[in-house]
């Protein structure tokens, strides 16, 4: 009885989670990846719902996010973390259906154009106001803030509320029981389950729990104490969530990747790739005194990323000052066949990286509590 009343929430949880990046579009489609999802990743049946989604024009980095949303929920159901072998069984088939999905989605891009999207331009602006918003509530109340009551007023109303992580560029979701905010300390208390507990090995015992149905503002957490099937976690002042936080489209760089830049016929000292999509990079820059780099600057690229070789224009379109050096945001014009390699590099660490976490051991003191 109590594995058909999970498998019911499973598939709720999981046609919400579909419809919270797919929204209202082909639904008959949509039915059949969840119920290739959940029949434990059968290949064939995920591979029809795929291909049928892409025939509608859903952009396979949309497709690739539902994946990744619902990869926590799959291993919950399915995958019993005390038998290694069974969390093995699932990661393969959950890789072979990716798999489906890279392979489908290059083949379709050999077929036509995929246009360029443009990168979120106001991030930095964001990140600016975020850190300002933080000077001036440094040691003030959270919780009784008035500022904050609407977040928590739709937190206190919430059966499961969403906490993150993001482990090496990747974000790594827990979804689990608000237990009590206790509006004095600024803290909250939280069911330790297995998910949130690979959250919080992502991460250092820290996180941000989600305070919107648009999740698009988050509280930040530091854990405080644990016990048997519950956390205390510390609230911190809430910050708006950029689009990677929300849609899982970059990777950060985990080795040393110079950049060369020009702008014109001058070169620009060696840049450092910090992450990367198949539509932009970031990179970090030495500030240069004698040619400034604006946003708009049209500058050229050239870098590469294992096996693929970038030669691109690209647009300036966010900045960041790290002092010494600054990171950029740049949006790069390149031909589809570079994109579709970049897509699969994307995709390829993506899978490596949520590999690897599964792999991760959470903190013994930890998983002795989770329940």
Not at 343 to 350: A, K, S
């Amino acid at each position: 009885m109590g594995n058909m009343i999970e498998h019911q929430q499973a598939k709720t949880l999981l046609q919400k989670r579909l419809r919270g990046v797919l929204g209202n579009q082909h639904p008959e489609s949509q039915q059949l990846l969840m119920q290739g999802l959940l029949n434990t990743c059968d290949v064939p049946v995920c591979n029809q719902a795929l291909r049928e989604l892409l025939q509608h024009n859903i952009e396979a980095n949309r497709l690739m996010m539902v994946l990744l949303h619902c990869q926590p929920i799959l291993f919950h159901i399915f995958a019993n973390p005390n038998d290694p072998e069974s969390w093995r069984d699932l990661t393969s088939r959950f890789y072979q259906v990716q798999n489906v999905l890279i392979e489908q989605s290059a083949a379709k891009m050999e077929r036509e154009f995929l246009p360029f999207a443009a990168l979120d331009t106001q991030r930095a602006q964001q990140e600016a106001e975020s850190m300002d918003e933080k000077k001036e509530k440094k040691g003030s109340p959270v919780a009784t803030d008035s500022e904050n009551a609407d977040a928590i007023d739709w937190l206190s109303q919430q059966s499961k509320i969403r906490v993150f992580n993001i482990f090496r560029g990747v974000v790594i979701n827990a979804r689990c029981e608000l237990y009590q905010i206790n509006k004095e300390e600024d803290s909250v208390s939280i069911e330790l389950n297995q998910e949130l507990g690979r959250v919080l090995t992502a991460a250092a015992n820290s996180a941000t729990l989600v305070c919107n149905e648009h999740d698009s503002c988050g509280f930040p957490l530091t854990l405080i104490s644990h016990h048997p099937g519950l956390v205390k976690m510390q609230l911190h002042p809430p910050k708006p969530l950029y689009i990677d936080q929300r849609d899982n489209l970059d990777v950060q760089v985990q080795e040393r990747i110079p950049v060369e830049i020009r702008k014109r016929l001058y070169l620009f000292p060696t840049a450092t790739l910090a992450d990367f999509s198949s539509k932009g990079i970031g990179v970090i820059t030495p500030k240069d005194d004698r040619v400034e780099i604006r946003h708009g600057d049209t500058l050229e690229f050239r870098f590469q990323i294992g096996s693929v070789r970038i030669n691109a224009e690209g647009q300036v379109r966010g900045a960041r000052d790290l002092g010494d050096s600054q990171l950029l945001g740049i949006e790069l014009a390149i031909n589809r066949a570079n994109q579709s390699q970049l897509q699969r590099e994307v995709f390829r660490i993506q899978r490596e990286i949520i590999v690897a976490l599964n792999q991760e051991q959470i903190p013994e003191k930890i998983a002795a509590n989770i329940r």
